[in-house]
C-alpha cells in the first residue's frame, strides 16, 4: 500500500512539474505577478510530494518489504539498519528518486529563502528547475519505476553489495547527488539570465551561495568517496582514475572555475557570458556522469546495471538540456552588454587565468575519459585511458595554477603590479627553496617528484600566509588592531584561506603518498614477524567468526614501532554469503606522518596468510586538505553578505576597521 | 559576426560530442567486447601434450592443412558447460575438425568432465599454466578461434557459443576459407 | 622476511588467488622487483576493467604479472616486454596509451586547446585593458535594484 503511495506521489510530482515549468514561464513572460507567484508554491508541492515518494521508498526497505522487487534486489533482512537505508540510493531506481529529490529540494530552497529575488527572475529560475525535474521523473516512471511490486514477494532479498555495506559509502552518495545536482540551480539561475537577456552583479550574488553549497557537498562527497576506496578495496590507492571518478571529478573543476568567475561577475560586472557558459557546463558535465555511469557505454568498476534503453533516454535528457542550453546561449549571450574593464594584471586577470587553467584541467580529464570512446567510434581501435596517463598530464596542467594560486589574491582589483604582488611574496618564495631544498637534501637529490610537490605546496600556503598578513596588516599596525582585523574579517575571507590551505595541504598528502610509500607483501603464520620501515609487525592470529551477515576471519597484528609497542591492528577479510562475495577490510592506524596500512587475504590450506603492509606518509593530510576545503566553503556561506535571503537582514555593523574585499 | 560565431562555438562541440555518445547507445555496441589483435596471424606454434591417452595434443603441425576450430575450455568454467552441447552437436553434425585446449584445469577433473558430458574433440592440448592460451590472446574461457588452413587465425568468438553466431558469422567463414583453399 | 618469502613460495601455489601482487610471485632482487612494480601500474587487466594487472587478483593478471617478471630476470627491456603484451592484447592493455597518430589528440589535444585557450585569453584580456578611468558601461539597473544591491555592497564595498 505505501509503496503505491510513492508511486502516486511520484505522478502527481510529474504533473506539479508540467504546471511548476509551464505556468511561471508563461507568467514572467506577460509579467503577470499573480501567474510567477504560482513559482514558489508549485515548487514546494513538488518536493513534498517527491519526499512522499522518497520516503515511501525509505519505508519499503526499513520494513525489508520484499514485494517491491527493487527491495528484493537490493536488500536483505539481516543487513543492519544504517545499509537499509543506504541501500535506498544503492541502485539505479532509488538513486533516481533520490536524484529528483535533491533536484526538487533546490528548486523549494529557492522557493523558500529567494523572497528577495525579482518575482520574473525567481519565476524562471524554478520554472527551469521544475523542467530538468520533469525530464528525470519521466526517466523515472517510463524505464526505472522502484515502486514495482513482485508476485509471489521472496522470502529475503539479494543483498547489497558487500562492497557499499559500509559507513562511509553510505554517505557518499547523498553527498555528491548534493553536489552534483545542485549545480543544476546556477544552470536555471544561468538559463533564466538569458532568457531576462541581463546578467549583473546581483545575479552573481544570487547564484554564488547555490554554487558554492554545490560545490561544498561534492568536495564532500567525492573526498568521502576516496576515503572509502582507500580503506575498503584494500589496495591502498585512494584515487584511480576510473571513468566514474573522473565524472564526479569534472564537474568539480568546472564548478570551482565558476566559483572564481562569479565572483568577478559580482564585483567588477565583467565575464558575464563566460559565467553563463560555465554555468551550462558545469551542470552540463553533471549530466554527463550521470549518463556515463548508467548507459555503460564507458567499462568501470563501479558502474551501475547497464540498459541501453535507459541510455538512451537519458542521453535523450542530455541532449536537449545541453543543446537547448547552448543554443540559447549562442542566441541570447553575445547581447549581454559588456562589463568593467581591467588591466591583463589585476584580481580579475588572475581568475581568468585560472579560469583558463581549470578549463584546460577539465578537458584534459574530459578527453581522457572519454577518448577511447572516440576513437572506438573513429577506427574501432581499442584503448586504454589509465592512472598512468592522467598522471603524466593532469598534474602538469594544475601547476600553473599553483604557482598562481599564491600570487592571484595578493592583485588588487582593476589594475595591479605584478612586480608588486611578487615582491610581497619573498617569505614565502624563501620558504619554498627552504623546503624543497630541505626534500632534495633529504631524499640524496634522487626523484624530483616531491621535491617539486613539497615546494609547491609550501608556495602555495605561504601564499596564502602572505594574503593574510596583508589583509590584516600585521606589522604594520599595531599588532591589536591587526588581530581586531583578522576577527572582523569576513567569512568569506576565512573561507578563501582555509580552502587554499587546505589545498596546499592535500598537495602534502598526495605528494607524500605518491613518492614514499613502502609495502610489504608476505605470507605469514602465527607468531610470525614483519618488518617494514620502523615497524615490526607479530601475527598473534586469525580467528573465523560471524557477523550479522557475514563470516570473517581476523586477524590480530602486535605492532611495534622502533621497539616500542604502537598497536593493535585487526584486519579482516569477509565474506558475504548471499552475494557469493569476499571484501577485505584493512586495518588502519593513522597518525599525523602517516598511516600503516595493514590488509590479510585468504588463508591458504597451509595456515599462512597474505599479509600486505603498507606505511602510507601524510595519508591523512590529504583527507585534512580536502576537509579544509570544504570548511573553506561552509565558512564562505557562513559570509553574512551571501545570504541575501535570510529574511533578518543587516543590522549595520558600526565602522570597524575597514575591511578589504571578500575573497575568492 | 566571428563574436556570434564564437558564442555558437560551445554548441557546435556539444554536437559532436552528442554524434560520439550517440552511435554506441544507436548500435547497442558492448564495450566489453574486443577485437583480437592476432587475426589473420599464425596460430602460435605450442605444442601441448595431450589430455586423453587414446586422443593427441596439440602441436604446430596440428593447427595447419585444414580449418578448424579451436576451442579453450575448462572444468571449471560455467560457460563452457553452457556451449557444450553445440561443440556436442557440431561434432556429430559436421566433419569439421574441433580442437581443445584445456585451459589451467585439473587433469582429473577434466577427464570427468569430458566423461559426463561427452567430448567433441578430435584432439585436446594441455594448457596447465594458461601460457599457450596468452600467446593466443586469450581473455577468459570459453573462447573459440577458426584457424584456416594455413595456420592462420581468421576469426575470434568470445564467451559461449551460441547457435546463432554459429550459424550467421562461423559456418559462413568456415565455408569461405574452405572454398579459398580448394 | 626472507623466511615467509621461503614459505610463501611453497605455499602459494597451492592457495586460491586472493590478492593483488602476492608474495610467491615477487623477484627476489628488489630493483628488479620495483621495475616490475611499476611497470605492472601501466599493464591492464584486461578481465576487470580500469585496474591495472598489479592492482587486480584476476587469474589471468596474475599469469601476466609472472610472465612480466621472467622477461624481466631473462633481461627484456620495458619496451621489449610492452611490446609482447601488445602483440598479443593490442593497445588495449596499456593504461598508457603509445604516442602515434591514433592518439595524437589524446596526447596534444589537451595542450592544443590549453595554447588556443591562452591566445584567446590574452586577447580577450589586452581587449578589457583598463584606460585607467572608471567603469565604462554603466549597471543598467532599476532603482529599485540599486537600492538593493546598494545595501547589499555597502558594508564591504567601502575600500573598493
Given at each position: 500500500m505505501i509503496a503505491e503511495i510513492g508511486h502516486y506521489a511520484l505522478v502527481l510530482a510529474f504533473f506539479v512539474a508540467i504546471a511548476q515549468v509551464v505556468v511561471p514561464l508563461y507568467g514572467a513572460a506577460r509579467r503577470d505577478t499573480a501567474l510567477m507567484g504560482f513559482a514558489a508554491p508549485a515548487a514546494s508541492a513538488q518536493f513534498l510530494c517527491i519526499a512522499i515518494a522518497f520516503g515511501a521508498l525509505m519505508h519499503a526497505y526499513i520494513t525489508s518489504d520484499f514485494s517491491v522487487a527493487n527491495v528484493a534486489q537490493n536488500s536483505h533482512s539481516l543487513k543492519p539498519l544504517l545499509y537499509k537505508i543506504s541501500g535506498v540510493w544503492g541502485n539505479h531506481e532509488g538513486s533516481m528518486v533520490f536524484w529528483v529529490l535533491i533536484l526538487a529540494l533546490f528548486g523549494f530552497a529557492v522557493a523558500a529563502f529567494g523572497r528577495q529575488l525579482p518575482d520574473s527572475l525567481k519565476a524562471r529560475v524554478i520554472s527551469i528547475q521544475g523542467l530538468i525535474g520533469l525530464a528525470f521523473l519521466a526517466f523515472i516512471l517510463l524505464t526505472s519505476n522502484p515502486f514495482e511490486r513482485l508476485d509471489p514477494a521472496p522470502l529475503d532479498g539479494r543483498d547489497l553489495n558487500p562492497l557499499l555495506q559500509d559507513p562511509g559509502l553510505a554517505f557518499h552518495p547523498p553527498m555528491l547527488y548534493i553536489g552534483y545536482v545542485g549545480f543544476s540551480l546556477a544552470f536555471s539561475f544561468a538559463m533564466a539570465a538569458l532568457i531576462e537577456g541581463r546578467v549583473d552583479p546581483a545575479w552573481a550574488r544570487w547564484v554564488r551561495p547555490w554554487t558554492l553549497a554545490a560545490w561544498t557537498f561534492l568536495t564532500a562527497g567525492i573526498t568521502l568517496g576516496s576515503w572509502w576506496a582507500y580503506y575498503e578495496l584494500g589496495w591502498g590507492g585512494w584515487w584511480f582514475w576510473d571513468p566514474v571518478e573522473n565524472a564526479s571529478f569534472m564537474p568539480w573543476l568546472a564548478g570551482t572555475a565558476l566559483l572564481h568567475s562569479a565572483i568577478v561577475v559580482e564585483k567588477r560586472d565583467a565575464l558575464k557570458a563566460w559565467t553563463i557558459l560555465l554555468a551550462i557546463i558545469t551542470f552540463s558535465l553533471s549530466l554527463m556522469g550521470t549518463f556515463l555511469v548508467r548507459s555503460g557505454i564507458l567499462t568501470s568498476v563501479h558502474a551501475f546495471a547497464v540498459d541501453p534503453e535507459r541510455g538512451l533516454f537519458i542521453l535523450g535528457i542530455l541532449i536537449v538540456a545541453v543543446g537547448g542550453s547552448l543554443t540559447l546561449f549562442a542566441v541570447r549571450a553575445p547581447a549581454l552588454k559588456a562589463g568593467g574593464l581591467?588591466?591583463?594584471?589585476?584580481?580579475?586577470?588572475?581568475?581568468?587565468?585560472?579560469?583558463?587553467?581549470?578549463?584546460?584541467?577539465?578537458?584534459?580529464?574530459?578527453?581522457?575519459?572519454?577518448?577511447?570512446?572516440?576513437?572506438?567510434?573513429?577506427?574501432?581501435?581499442?584503448?586504454?585511458?589509465?592512472?598512468?596517463?592522467?598522471?603524466?598530464?593532469?598534474?602538469?596542467?594544475?601547476?600553473?595554477?599553483?604557482?598562481?594560486?599564491?600570487?592571484?589574491?595578493?592583485?588588487?582589483?582593476?589594475?595591479?603590479?605584478?612586480?608588486?604582488?611578487?615582491?610581497?611574496?619573498?617569505?614565502?618564495?624563501?620558504?619554498?627553496?627552504?623546503?624543497?631544498?630541505?626534500?632534495?637534501?633529504?631524499?640524496?637529490?634522487?626523484?624530483?617528484?616531491?621535491?617539486?610537490?613539497?615546494?609547491?605546496?609550501?608556495?602555495?600556503?605561504?601564499?596564502?600566509?602572505t594574503e593574510l598578513t596583508e589583509r590584516i596588516r600585521l606589522f604594520r599596525i599595531p599588532l591589536g588592531d591587526s588581530l581586531r582585523r583578522l576577527f572582523n574579517l569576513?567569512?568569506?575571507?576565512?573561507?578563501?584561506?582555509?580552502?587554499?590551505?587546505?589545498?596546499?595541504?592535500?598537495?602534502?598528502?598526495?605528494?607524500?603518498?605518491?613518492?614514499?610509500?613502502?609495502?610489504?607483501?608476505?605470507?605469514?603464520?602465527?607468531?610470525?614477524?614483519?618488518?617494514?620501515?620502523?615497524?615490526?609487525?607479530?601475527?598473534?592470529?586469525?580467528?573465523?567468526?560471524?557477523?550479522?551477515?557475514?563470516?570473517?576471519?581476523?586477524?590480530?597484528?602486535?605492532?611495534?614501532?622502533?621497539?616500542?609497542?604502537?598497536?593493535?591492528?585487526?584486519?579482516?577479510?569477509?565474506?558475504?554469503?548471499?552475494?557469493?562475495?569476499?571484501?577485505?577490510?584493512?586495518?588502519?592506524?593513522?597518525?599525523?606522518?602517516?598511516?600503516?596500512?595493514?590488509?590479510?587475504?585468504?588463508?591458504?590450506?597451509?595456515?599462512?596468510?597474505?599479509?600486505?603492509?603498507?606505511?602510507?606518509?601524510?595519508?591523512?593530510?590529504?583527507?585534512?586538505?580536502?576537509?579544509?576545503?570544504?570548511?573553506?566553503?561552509?565558512?564562505?556561506?557562513?559570509?553574512?553578505?551571501?545570504?541575501?535571503?535570510?529574511?533578518?537582514?543587516?543590522?549595520?555593523?558600526?565602522?570597524?576597521?575597514?575591511?578589504?574585499?571578500?575573497?575568492? | 559576426m566571428l563574436n556570434r560565431l564564437l558564442f555558437l562555438l560551445p554548441l557546435l562541440i556539444f554536437a559532436v560530442i552528442a554524434g560520439y555518445f550517440t552511435v554506441p547507445i544507436l548500435t547497442k555496441k558492448d564495450p566489453h567486447l574486443l577485437p583480437s589483435v592476432m587475426i589473420d596471424k599464425p596460430a602460435p606454434p605450442h605444442d601441448l601434450g595431450p589430455l586423453l591417452e587414446d586422443k593427441p595434443g596439440v602441436g604446430p603441425e596440428a593447427l595447419r592443412g585444414e580449418v578448424k576450430l579451436v576451442?579453450?575450455?575448462?572444468?571449471?568454467?560455467?560457460?563452457?558447460?553452457?556451449?557444450?552441447?553445440?561443440?556436442?552437436?557440431?561434432?556429430?553434425?559436421?566433419?569439421?575438425?574441433?580442437?581443445?585446449?584445456?585451459?589451467?584445469?585439473?587433469?582429473?577433473?577434466?577427464?570427468?568432465?569430458?566423461?559426463?558430458?561427452?567430448?567433441?574433440?578430435?584432439?585436446?592440448?594441455?594448457?596447465?599454466?594458461?601460457?599457450?592460451?596468452?600467446?593466443?590472446?586469450?581473455?577468459?574461457?570459453?573462447?573459440?578461434?577458426?584457424?584456416?588452413?594455413?595456420?592462420?587465425?581468421?576469426?575470434?568468438?568470445?564467451?559461449?557459443?551460441?547457435?546463432?553466431?554459429?550459424?550467421?558469422?562461423?559456418?559462413?567463414?568456415?565455408?569461405?576459407?574452405?572454398?579459398?583453399?580448394? | 622476511m626472507i623466511r615467509s618469502i621461503i614459505l610463501a613460495l611453497v605455499l602459494v601455489v597451492l592457495s586460491m588467488p586472493a590478492f593483488a601482487v602476492e608474495p610467491g610471485e615477487m623477484l627476489k632482487d628488489p630493483a628488479l622487483e620495483a621495475r616490475a612494480r611499476e611497470l605492472s601500474k601501466e599493464v591492464r587487466c584486461l578481465v576487470c576493467q580500469n585496474q591495472s594487472i598489479d592492482d587486480s587478483n584476476a587469474g589471468l593478471a596474475k599469469d601476466l604479472r609472472v610472465i612480466l617478471r621472467e622477461r624481466l630476470v631473462a633481461g627484456d627491456s620495458d619496451s621489449e616486454i610492452k611490446t609482447f603484451l601488445v602483440e598479443r592484447y593490442g593497445d588495449f592493455v596499456l593504461l598508457k596509451p603509445p604516442v602515434k597518430a591514433e592518439t595524437l589528440f589524446l596526447w596534444y589535444g589537451p595542450f592544443a586547446i590549453g595554447v588556443l585557450g591562452a591566445i584567446g585569453v590574452a586577447v580577450f584580456l589586452l581587449r578589457r585593458r583598463d584606460g585607467g578611468g572608471d567603469e565604462a558601461v554603466p549597471m543598467p539597473l532599476s532603482d529599485d535594484e540599486r537600492k538593493r544591491i546598494d545595501a547589499l555592497m555597502s558594508e564591504q564595498d567601502r575600500k573598493a
Open positions: 581591467f588591466a591583463p594584471v589585476s584580481r580579475e586577470g588572475g581568475l581568468v587565468l585560472n579560469n583558463l587553467i581549470l578549463s584546460v584541467a577539465t578537458v584534459t580529464v574530459f578527453i581522457g575519459t572519454l577518448y577511447p570512446l572516440f576513437l572506438d567510434a573513429m577506427t574501432g581501435d581499442k584503448v586504454s585511458v589509465g592512472a598512468p596517463f592522467f598522471n603524466a598530464t593532469f598534474v602538469p596542467v594544475m601547476i600553473p595554477l599553483l604557482v598562481l594560486l599564491a600570487i592571484g589574491p595578493l592583485l588588487p582589483w582593476k589594475r595591479g603590479n605584478l612586480r608588486a604582488a611578487v615582491e610581497k611574496l619573498w617569505v614565502s618564495a624563501l620558504f619554498t627553496v627552504v623546503v624543497a631544498g630541505g626534500i632534495l637534501v633529504l631524499e640524496k637529490g634522487a626523484p624530483l617528484a616531491p621535491v617539486l610537490g613539497f615546494g609547491f605546496a609550501a608556495w602555495v600556503a605561504g601564499g596564502v600566509v569576513p567569512g568569506a575571507a576565512y573561507g578563501m584561506s582555509l580552502a587554499h590551505l587546505g589545498m596546499a595541504v592535500f598537495i602534502c598528502g598526495a605528494t607524500g603518498e605518491m613518492n614514499w610509500t613502502r609495502e610489504l607483501v608476505a605470507t605469514a603464520r602465527a607468531g610470525d614477524t614483519l618488518t617494514l620501515g620502523q615497524y615490526e609487525l607479530v601475527l598473534e592470529k586469525v580467528e573465523r567468526s560471524q557477523g550479522p551477515n557475514y563470516f570473517r576471519d581476523m586477524a590480530t597484528l602486535n605492532v611495534s614501532k622502533d621497539g616500542v609497542p604502537y598497536a593493535t591492528l585487526h584486519p579482516e577479510r569477509r565474506l558475504y554469503p548471499v552475494q557469493q562475495m569476499p571484501t577485505t577490510e584493512a586495518a588502519i592506524r593513522s597518525g599525523i606522518s602517516g598511516d600503516l596500512y595493514v590488509a590479510i587475504g585468504e588463508g591458504s590450506d597451509l595456515g599462512g596468510y597474505i599479509v600486505r603492509v603498507w606505511v602510507k606518509p601524510l595519508v591523512p593530510w590529504i583527507w585534512a586538505g580536502a576537509m579544509m576545503m570544504v570548511l573553506g566553503g561552509l565558512f564562505s556561506l557562513s559570509d553574512r553578505r551571501l545570504r541575501i535571503g535570510a529574511p533578518k537582514r543587516s543590522r549595520r555593523r558600526p565602522a570597524a576597521p575597514a575591511v578589504t574585499e571578500a575573497g575568492d | 576451442n579453450f575450455f575448462a572444468s571449471w568454467c560455467g560457460p563452457c558447460r553452457v556451449e557444450h552441447p553445440i561443440l556436442m552437436r557440431l561434432a556429430a553434425e559436421t566433419d569439421l575438425p574441433l580442437v581443445g585446449i584445456n585451459y589451467k584445469d585439473q587433469r582429473d577433473a577434466a577427464l570427468v568432465w569430458l566423461r559426463e558430458l561427452g567430448d567433441p574433440f578430435g584432439r585436446i592440448g594441455v594448457d596447465g599454466d594458461g601460457r599457450a592460451a596468452i600467446d593466443w590472446g586469450v581473455y577468459g574461457v570459453p573462447e573459440t578461434y577458426v584457424v584456416d588452413a594455413s595456420g592462420h587465425i581468421r576469426y575470434r568468438h568470445v564467451g559461449p557459443l551460441t547457435a546463432q553466431a554459429l550459424k550467421e558469422t562461423i559456418l559462413p567463414m568456415v565455408e569461405q576459407l574452405k572454398a579459398a583453399k580448394g | -
